[in-house]
């Protein structure tokens, strides 16, 4: 879909130019306060289940969820760093969240009823995600919702409300879109 690659490009582009300052503070409160190494990688799958790395900024060490960790999870900061994966082009800014073959196993998900999910490129925000952690059903629920309704507007909506959720929090803004029902 060119207008998708047009909205990333677009996305990143401003994303850049707007937060670029922020994504450095974040690589320097990580180095400063936690050591390295500042980004985390793991295998997800992708677009029609192909591998690729991860990209977030660390979060924990050792299984514990370091000082600037706690922040940038409540905040859901760490996840900009996958802005490296839209410009590598193995994700989209909004799309279904990228799994892990075990996440995908474990959920009951790698069969041909749920293979539609991987007809587009996973995104760093979704309706699953503005939800939340509800439960799996939710989760693929809403990741047909979007694939249905995928237009430029809705992408536009989701990136608006996930940038309100790194200024007002998950919780509040959560409880605001399902009281609303805005989120399709």
């Not at 994303?15 to 320097?28: K, T």
């Not at 859901?76 to 839209?86: S, T, V």
């Not at 996973?122 to 989760?139: C, E, F, M, N, W």
């Not at 693929?140 to 694939?147: A, I, P």
Request: net charge positive; charged share 20%; with cysteine.
């Amino acid at each position: 879909m060119l207008w998708k690659k047009c909205f990333d490009g677009l996305a990143v582009t401003v994303g850049l130019i707007l937060i670029g300052w922020v994504l450095i503070l974040i690589a320097l409160s990580i180095w400063m306060l936690d050591g390295r190494p500042i980004l985390f990688r793991q295998q997800r799958l992708g677009l029609n289940k192909q591998p690729f790395s991860i990209y977030k900024f660390r979060t924990m060490q050792n299984e514990v969820v370091t000082k600037s960790g706690k922040v940038l999870r409540q905040t859901g900061l760490d996840e900009l760093a996958q802005i490296l994966n839209i410009i590598k082009g193995d994700m989209s800014v909004v799309g279904p969240r990228p799994l892990t073959q075990a996440d995908i196993t474990r959920l009951g998900w790698d069969d041909a009823y749920h293979a539609k999910r991987w007809a587009i490129k996973p995104g760093i925000t979704g309706l699953a995600q503005l939800y939340g952690g509800r439960s799996a059903k939710v989760s693929w629920q809403m990741d047909k919702v979007y694939q249905a309704q995928m237009s430029w507007w809705l992408d536009m909506r989701v990136v608006l409300w996930s940038l309100a959720v790194n200024v007002l929090g998950k919780r509040r803004v959560r409880t605001w879109l399902m009281r609303r029902k805005l989120l399709t």
